[in-house]
């Protein structure tokens, strides 16, 4: 290039920082291609297969259905997982609160063979139950028990009415003498027992009065002699008159009028809740009882106790039997059976000698019940004498031994058989 038609330029090259002339028109010359970066070699694959081809593009948020399946797997794992970890900690937490806090582990396996580091301890022995003897018999009850109602019915003894029901069952009986040399017995009853049939049920006699408010018992009868029914009224007695309160009642169609007069323990305990639930049941005193005495201690035989009410009829004998320490009651020359067949038993039979007065032309008695007097106390197959005292008509009838202690019966049924002063009893 000319200087005289060209103006001359100077520019700083970048590479060799030299001045270069350029002339207007003139190309613009080129920067030196760079050197060649060698490549790698390319991927020998074998003879026969088809080129590699990249992936299609995916769109954007979806995944692949193999992708979508282990998520929801993972997703499953991980709500097991939590789950299966809080049941454990709960199952770690409860058998900790019961090794520490006295629970069933803690109070069996831990105090049996000690925790580790510890001594092991022995159990504490469980409480045991304290009991107490039923006023009425003797029979084991719970300590805290309540006191119960009692049930006093009159149940008469004429031949026409037996058999007779409920007197097997009944935990005290007392047999005295009314008119006509016949007897009847006042059956008396805890509230708690069941007995569903008792009876024939008769009128009231005023002595009986008094060996039911031994009790403060529900006095059940049909009708009563007119001294009976005043003192019923004087008294304030838990009174069941058969007449005002039938419904407490059935008549047996079966039998004949008027043997046929029944009640039962059931019965009772509506008319008890119904008239007299407002009144509280008093405190019932009880004998002395103890254990049956053992096999060895019994005598190999014991007298029959006999006692003639009147006619053979009314013969009463009771007879002991060693192997079960009781006796057996016979009435008329044959053992008495309850209308269900049930034999009559006692564990205690008692003799009570009771001043006898007649009222009148019928033939009522006034047995004087207050005091004391002479008895025959049978227990264990053996008979002594005794003696009876009572303090007043609400108090307790005991019997004492000839050296002035509180005879011991056994846990069961009684029966006491009332007589007149100097009558003659076999024994």
């Known amino acids: 290039m000319s200087p005289d038609n060209a103006k001359k330029t100077a520019r700083q090259d970048p590479d060799s920082r030299r001045a270069v002339l350029i002339a207007p028109n003139m190309p613009m ?11 790698p070699p390319a991927a020998v694959r074998p003879v026969g297969l088809p080129p590699i081809r990249p992936p299609l593009p995916r769109p954007i948020g979806k995944l692949p259905p193999a992708w979508g399946r282990r998520e929801s797997f993972w997703k499953t794992l991980a709500v097991w997982s939590v789950l299966v970890f809080a049941l454990i900690l709960g199952l770690t937490a409860l058998g900790w609160t019961y090794w520490n806090e006295g629970g069933r582990f803690g ?3 831990s105090l049996r063979h000690g925790r580790q580091g510890q ?12 009991a107490k003897r039923r006023a009425i018999d003797g029979r084991p009850v719970a300590a805290d028990a309540a006191s119960v109602g009692y049930y006093a019915v009159m149940v008469e003894n004429m031949i026409d009415a037996r058999p007779l029901s409920g007197l097997a069952k009944a935990p005290l009986v007392i047999e005295a003498p009314v008119e006509g040399g016949i007897t009847r017995f006042l059956a008396v009853f805890p509230a708690e027992d069941v007995v569903d049939r008792i009876g024939p049920v008769r009128s009231a006699r005023p002595y009986y009065l008094d060996w039911a408010q031994e009790f403060d018992a529900l006095y059940a009868h049909v009708g009563g002699s007119p001294e009976a029914l005043n003192k019923l009224s004087e008294l304030k007695i838990k009174d069941l008159n058969q007449f005002s309160w039938g419904k407490y009642f059935w008549r047996d169609s079966g039998r004949k009028a008027p043997h046929n007069v029944y009640t039962s323990t059931s019965l009772l305990a509506d008319a008890a809740s119904a008239r007299f639930s407002d009144r509280r049941t008093r405190e019932t005193a009880g004998w002395t009882f103890k254990d049956d005495a053992a096999s060895s201690e019994r005598p190999q035989s014991s007298p029959d106790i ?12 009771w007879s002991y039997d060693r192997q079960n320490n009781y006796y057996v009651r016979s009435e008329g020359a044959k053992e008495q059976l309850d209308e269900d067949n049930s034999p ?7 003799v009570q000698y009771n001043k006898v007065a007649v009222l009148d032309d019928i033939g009522r008695r006034r047995i004087e019940t207050v005091g004391e007097g002479p008895a025959l106390v049978a227990v ?3 008979t002594r004498d005794a003696v009876w005292k009572k303090a007043s008509a609400q108090a307790r009838t005991r019997y004492y031994d000839a050296k002035g202690q509180e005879i011991e019966f056994n846990a069961g049924s009684t029966w006491v058989e009332v007589v007149p002063s100097g009558m003659e009893v076999a024994h």
Do not use: C, E, M
Not at 29 to 39: D, E, K, L, M, Y
């Open 107 to 109: 109070s069996s396996w």
């Open 306 to 317: 006999v006692i003639d009410y009147s006619t053979p009829a009314y013969r009463v004998t």
């Open 119 to 130: 001594p092991a301890v022995q159990a504490p022995p469980a409480p045991v139950p304290s």
């Open 380 to 382: 264990d197959g053996l």
């Open 29 to 39: 010359p080129r920067p030196p291609a760079p050197p060649a970066v060698p490549r």
């Open 344 to 350: 009559i038993r006692a564990k205690n039979i008692v």
